[in-house]
């Protein structure tokens, strides 16, 4: 009898091994299958075939169902889902959740929906220029003969045309409605404007020359990856879009992997721009119907380019001849549950086995991506200058000890910047201003026991949301929310304290200190609502907000041209903590926000509020001098065995008690320890997050140079305690270590 392996989308299931059907019929790998589980039916899909065993092995059960003729996701994405398995330390189960589309684990494909579109007639044009119309009537009209092909009532209504005023005009003749029957289109649900990108505009000599490199690596149509180190505003972008042209007149295909959600409609609409309908948008933030359509036109072979966040690493798109992994350094590649992949490195061996070039674009590359250039594994491409020759923004740094003993301790917007922020007000220019911390307060404390007010089940204070009534108490890491009791829970004074400060705080000091300007705040909170982040970023582009405060989101990768203001609230918010890539996240973000200023035609300025003016992190970043940086971190790198000089794993043990979790920490160490004497381990110690969600925390780290060993010494580890692997939480390359 035949094995068929079948992982299925279940946490922590290993892959299951079925035999053939009643037909006796064996499945292709990649296909859907429905199999027995326990007493349940589920859906998974066949990631091998083959070992033969006893037909007289009973604990093997036959497949139900096989829901596919050929392969539903292609070989080559299931072998890469196994790799990411493996690599990761994490279950084919979670892996394979992870590159299914949305509802696919039903057999049926999603329906289509359909949209109503109005179109204007042979009489509309006739009357257009004649008599007899209301003025919004031949706005209307307007606007329809300019696309022939029709406009969706829904994109109508946004514009003010409301479906009465439309009907009366095809009551009249002038306008047909029809019903069009389409893939839902995430582009349609955008009214993004994006700016037109000229086909005719001249490179610069710097983007010819990095073109034409690059486009001699895409041609030679074999594995190489390449980093694109351009500063901010050097027209990485356009070099992504003639490259990618160059790669499809080829015949090969392109995958585009931004961070973040927001920076996709921009980045597909300008895509879309060059190759038309052939472009197609993969993240989390789309409706399941939106992404499931996409996703079919992908796997059809319909689509020439994926623009998508993460996951879209796992994209059925064949012939990939281009990977490009734009801002790389990004901690939004790195998937906080498993498998804890980073999509970059996933980008990374997906193009060594489809024989393809991985472009990394960064101002500010990871420390192992530029050591990898620098040592030739990678090719080094380099943008030094701004397109026009624009000048980077001029900071100044604001020591905030100085501003305390000027304006007492409360300060929140130090003089500079708030004059800064006056001139930009005064000249009708944009501000964008970074606090990289959310919420109004960031502790409740009491004046009479010194108590804080802390989540009861996770070892922090909660942090205080809203203003008067409205105030709540959330924890950041489950959720738990409370009203802000008067008095103290632990001795019941009647004095409560806030202290810290978040976005919403400084969203309200701005408020107080420029009461003309238009202010709105982008954070995690803001925008929890679907399409309110698309929503307010284009009325930012549009110009209808002056000064947007917000989070790390407004740092990355916007092309707003009429900011010429960056302030930093707080640009130690990163330091405080004992990361070994403290220093390397503060020098990111705060070389990639001042880099939104100054874009356009006006020069930028950057304001940055620090208690260490001295730190190297912030004098660089304010410098923009990535090389220094980049020297000064590796030496501390190498000094500590961190990456890029060793690798880690870092694994965390939870536990209803601490010494449980300290106790099953250690036992984990000394069976690494006896097993591979070669590794370090470091441990156990308490977690810097102690407790979370109600569970105790022990951290074990290990340190080598092959990944393999390490992770095989942990896993042996762990299946000698079996009890032990739902448990443990394992991060294979982590970002940080907190
Ligand atoms: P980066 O991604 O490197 O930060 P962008 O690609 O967003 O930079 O480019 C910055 C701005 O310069 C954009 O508005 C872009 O349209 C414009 N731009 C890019 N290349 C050129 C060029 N060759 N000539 C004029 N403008 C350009
Ligand atoms: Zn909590």
Not at 134 to 144: E, H, W, Y
Not at 589 to 606: D, H
Not at 612 to 629: E, G, K, T, V, W
Request: aromatic share 6%.
């Amino acid at each position: 009898m035949t094995f068929i392996n079948v992982a299925v989308p279940v946490p922590g299931l290993d892959l299951l091994t079925y035999s053939a059907g009643p037909d006796g019929r064996v499945p292709a790998i990649g296909v859907r299958v429905v199999v027995p589980l326990g007493s349940r039916s589920v859906t998974g899909i066949v990631v091998g075939v083959g070992g033969t065993g006893g037909a007289g092995d009973k604990t093997i059960k036959p497949i139900r169902q096989i829901l596919d003729e050929t392969a539903f996701i292609p070989e080559e994405v299931i072998a890469l889902a196994r790799w990411t398995a493996e690599y990761y330390a994490a279950g084919p189960g979670e892996a394979i959740t992870a590159v299914l589309p949305p509802k696919a684990r039903g057999s049926r494909a999603d329906a289509h929906k359909s949209v109503r579109v109005a179109a204007i007639t042979a009489a509309g044009l006739d009357a257009l220029g004649g008599e007899g119309l209301t003025r919004k009537q031949s706005d209307a009209l307007q606007l329809l003969a300019g696309t022939p092909t029709g406009i969706a009532t829904a994109d109508l209504a946004r514009r003010g045309f409301a479906s009465d005023s439309l009907s009366r005009l095809a009551k009249q003749g002038l306008v047909t409605l029809r019903a069009d029957r389409v893939d839902r289109d995430p582009f349609g649900a955008s009214s993004y404007a994006a700016q037109a990108i000229d086909a005719e505009r001249q490179l610069t000599p710097e983007q010819r020359a990095a073109l034409s490199r690059l486009r001699a690596l895409a041609d030679a149509r074999a594995f190489r990856v390449a980093l694109l180190h351009g500063v901010t505003g050097s027209g990485k972008t356009e070099l992504y879009l003639r490259l990618s042209a160059a790669v499809r007149d080829a015949g090969r295909r392109v995958l585009l992997l931004v961070p973040e959600i927001a920076l996709t409609p921009v980045i597909a609409s300008l895509f879309r721009q060059t190759f038309g309908e052939r472009v197609a948008i993969q993240h989390s933030g789309l409706s399941d119907g939106e992404r499931h359509d996409q996703w079919q036109r992908i796997r059809r072979g319909d689509i020439d380019v994926v623009v998508g966040t993460r996951s879209a690493v796992f994209a059925p798109l064949p012939q990939v001849g281009l990977i490009i992994v734009d801002e790389e350094h990004d901690a939004s590649y790195k998937q906080d549950e498993s498998p804890r992949y980073n999509g970059r490195d996933v980008a990374i061996v997906r193009g060594q086995r489809a024989g393809a070039l991985v472009l990394l674009g960064s101002a500010t590359p990871s420390m192992e991506t530029h050591y990898h250039a620098m040592n030739a594994k990678y090719e080094r491409v380099t943008l030094e200058r701004r397109v026009l020759d624009r000048p980077l923004a001029a900071v100044t740094i604001v020591d905030m000890r100085e501003e305390y003993a000027a304006e007492g301790p409360d300060v929140i917007l130090s003089r500079p910047l708030r004059a800064a922020l006056r001139t930009r007000l005064e000249r009708r220019e944009q501000a964008l201003i970074l606090l990289n911390r959310r919420g109004f307060a960031t502790a409740v404390f009491c004046r009479q026991c010194a108590g804080t007010l802390d989540c009861p089940n996770c070892s922090v204070s909660l942090v205080i949301h809203g203003e008067g009534a409205a105030r709540r108490a959330r924890c950041h890491y489950c959720n738990f929310s409370m009203r802000v009791p008067s008095a103290c829970p632990l001795c019941a004074g009647p004095y409560l304290d806030q202290t810290g400060f978040g976005t919403e705080r400084v969203e309200s000091e701005l408020r107080a200190a420029c009461p003309d300007a238009r202010i709105a705040r982008l954070d995690r909170d803001s925008i929890r609502r679907k399409g309110s982040l698309t929503a307010l970023l284009s009325k930012f582009r549009d110009g209808d907000i002056d000064v947007l405060v917000g989070t790390q989101m407004i740092a990355k990768g916007h092309d707003f041209p009429r900011v010429t203001l960056v302030g930093v609230v707080s640009a130690d918010v990163g330091l405080g903590v004992a990361d070994f890539r403290a220093s390397e996240r503060t020098f990111q973000l705060l070389t990639q926000v001042s880099g939104r200023a100054g874009r356009g035609e006006q020069p930028g300025e950057a304001v940055v509020q620090t208690l260490y003016p001295d730190h190297y992190s912030i004098q660089l970043a304010c410098r923009q001098d990535y090389a220094a940086f980049y020297e000064k971190e590796l030496l501390f790198r190498r000094a500590m065995r961190y990456p890029p000089f060793t690798s880690i794993v870092n694994a965390i043990v939870r536990a209803r008690t601490f010494a449980g979790a300290m106790d099953d920490a250690a036992d984990v160490v000394q069976r690494i320890r006896a097993t591979d004497g070669a590794l370090l381990v470091l441990g156990p110690a308490p977690a810097p997050l102690g407790r979370l969600r109600g569970e105790y925390r022990a951290q074990l780290l290990i340190k080598g140079t092959n990944r393999k060993r390490m992770r095989e010494a942990l896993m042996r580890a762990v299946a000698a305690r079996p009890e032990l692997a739902k448990r443990i939480t394992i991060d294979v390359d982590p970002l940080s270590v907190l």
